[in-house]
């Protein structure tokens, strides 16, 4: 009957280096998800702030008169997010398109479109209304987020700048 119990011990003590290994292979497979998580989190937090340094660089371009000095406008800025500095490229805006405004849809109680009211015979104004597009690329050299954001926008200019503008192929966005 000895023998017997002897034989059982030996059978406990495999059992439990098993479960022990299997155990073992549980937390450790526990640790690399959460890494995994934790990796992905921060990437998405890095793409957020990639993307907030981006849109406050374009609002701080739309906050200007950015059509006095287009070329002025493409530049690379630095700007600090969330603790991190992000690179941010900014295109030189092209115009979308020219729509003239009629002179009938003015209202010449406002200081803005009662110096576009053109009292010729033209039913046309002296101003037109365009659409702008301006370009943010945002990058941060560590963290390795890339986001480009594109944004339009609405100015009504005079004829003569509309017409400098839309005639430079140069100022023009491409069809791409």
Known sequence: MTSFRSRQRGIVLILSLIMLMVLTL????????????????????????AMSAAQRTVDLILSTNFT???AGTAQTLTVSEGGKSYSVVVAR?????????QNISLDVSRPDDAKCLDTSTNPFSACA????????????????????????????????ATSAYS????????SS
Request: charged share 15%; hydrophobic share 35%.
């Open 129 to 160: 209304d365009t659409v702008w597009q301006i370009q943010a690329t945002s990058s941060s050299g560590w963290f390795g987020a890339n986001v480009s954001i594109s944004q339009g926008t609405g100015i009504r200019m005079d004829n003569g």
């Open 167 to 174: 005639n430079d192929a140069s100022y023009r966005c491409s």
């Open 26 to 49: 549980i937390a450790v497979s526990a640790i690399r998800l959460s890494t995994v998580n934790l990796r992905s989190v921060a990437n998405a937090q890095t793409r957020t702030e």
């Open 68 to 70: 006095d000095n287009i």
């Open 93 to 101: 805006p092209c115009i979308v398109r020219t729509v003239p405004v």
